[in-house]
């Protein structure tokens, strides 16, 4: 059994190896490795350090499945890089909330 610094440290491997795969043209090898990772924490990271060698238009399907995966704020930088008035959009939409909460 392999305790949860070891998966950690697995998922991450499979990060970065997901990545340098995209970053050297193997993006459907990438896109099969990252798909074999299974810990919830790093669903999400996988397609958006993919994303983070594509090209913008290759880079926003992937951007949307981390979305679609993982916490919200995971692909926000890989979306700053591919579409940065999406990120000002939803900066604009969440700015109102909080402030509503802190005056409460």
Do not use: C, N, Y
Not at 29 to 42: F, G, N, Q, S
Not at 55 to 79: H, V
């Amino acid at each position: 059994m392999h305790t949860v610094r070891e998966r950690h440290a697995r998922e991450d491997l499979l990060i970065s190896l997901a990545a340098a795969l995209a970053a050297a043209g193997h993006r459907d090898r990438a896109l099969a490795l990252a798909h074999t990772i299974t810990e919830a924490d790093a669903l999400a990271e996988a397609p958006s350090s993919i994303a983070d060698t594509l090209e913008p238009s290759e880079a926003k399907p992937l951007i949307a499945e981390a979305f679609r995966l993982g916490k919200w704020t995971t692909p926000l930088k890989s979306l700053a890089r591919t579409a940065p008035s999406a990120v000002v959009a939803i900066t604009g939409a969440v700015s109102p909330v909080v402030v509503a909460e802190d005056q409460s």
